[in-house]
């Protein structure tokens, strides 16, 4: 009887020992979802308000009501119309061209970058790479007097190069670092067996390293290109009514009345500009994906 008893104990302590533990899992997944809803609730939600803002009539720009309401297309159209001044079309335009021009001019160089120090031994290479990464922490608002000095006195105040040139050094940090560290995940033995097959170390290079790092590549030049639209600083310094991108136009929005502010105009603005990377992402969110993940594993 004694065994029996403690058999019998002994289970029913498993059986409360297994349902304390199903009890913690559960509350565990549920802190998970809660936690997981409240961040994404509080980053979405200005863009969330920002959507309804721009599909709402001028005449209720107030409106606290959380849902759409007096549905209206007309601040798209104010967006791009130019008689108060606003060259939003333009602005695309620029954003577009130098966000391409940083984006490729950085992945030029980063690639090259980026292979010789993950690959080549020479003297100083780590300190070469703690140079770069320091360049990407230094703050952006202690260069906006030199290069206002700078490209004031060499005449390309209101240039696209003004811009270029200053998004190329913020972007190409990022871009060299995070190449670096797939270039030196990826196994050496892939290009020596392409130069055992007669292959040079630039045809090794251009046939078998620069396909297999598509994906670390690819993801770099999103991020390139959605940092360089993205910025705001120097564009507003160094930019005029002919070059200055999107971020500086919307910021400059005029409206119908003096000292007037179009906020739907300025929210469908915001909206335009932001569904372009918003399809980016999700169009090609495995290949980032798989970017950011590729160097992890030999």
């Not at 997944?29 to 308000?49: D, E, F, G, K, N």
């Not at 409106?63 to 549905?71: A, G, I, L, Q």
């Not at 910025?231 to 200055?244: D, G, P, V, Y």
């Amino acid at each position: 009887m004694t065994t029996t008893a403690d058999a019998t104990a002994l289970r029913a302590q498993q059986d409360k020992g297994r349902k304390t533990a199903q009890n913690r899992e559960k509350w565990a997944s549920v802190r998970t979802y809660v936690s997981a809803a409240v961040i994404l609730v509080w980053c979405l939600a200005p863009a969330y308000w920002m959507v309804v803002t721009a599909f709402r009539d001028v005449d209720f720009t107030y409106d606290t009501s959380p849902w759409p309401t007096h549905v209206t297309m007309d601040n798209f159209i104010t967006a791009f119309d130019t008689s108060f001044g606003n060259r939003f079309g333009q602005a695309l335009l620029n954003s577009i061209f130098i966000g391409v021009t940083v984006t490729v001019i950085s992945l030029v160089i980063g690639v090259f970058a980026a292979y010789a120090l993950a690959r080549l031994n020479f003297r100083f290479k780590y300190l070469v790479l703690g140079f770069i990464l320091g360049a990407s922490m230094f703050p952006g608002v202690a260069l906006i007097t030199p290069l206002f000095q700078l490209f004031t006195n060499i005449g390309w105040m209101g240039t696209y190069q003004a811009l270029i040139i200053p998004n190329i050094s913020f972007v190409l940090p990022l871009t060299v670092y995070t190449l670096t560290s797939f270039f030196r995940e990826m196994p050496w033995e892939l290009e020596e067996s392409a130069r055992v097959d007669g292959c040079t170390q630039g045809q090794a290079f251009r046939k078998v390293i620069m396909p297999l790092a598509a994906p670390a590549i690819f993801t770099t030049a999103i991020l390139a290109f959605i940092s360089s639209w993205n910025e705001f600083l120097i564009a507003s310094q160094l930019s005029n009514e002919a070059t200055k991108p999107v971020t500086v136009a919307i910021a400059s929005f005029a409206g119908a009345q003096p000292n007037q502010i179009p906020y739907t105009a300025i929210m469908a603005a915001g909206t335009i500009v932001t569904i372009p990377l918003v399809i980016l992402v999700l169009v090609f969110q495995r290949k980032i994906v798989a970017g950011l993940t590729a160097g992890a594993v030999k």
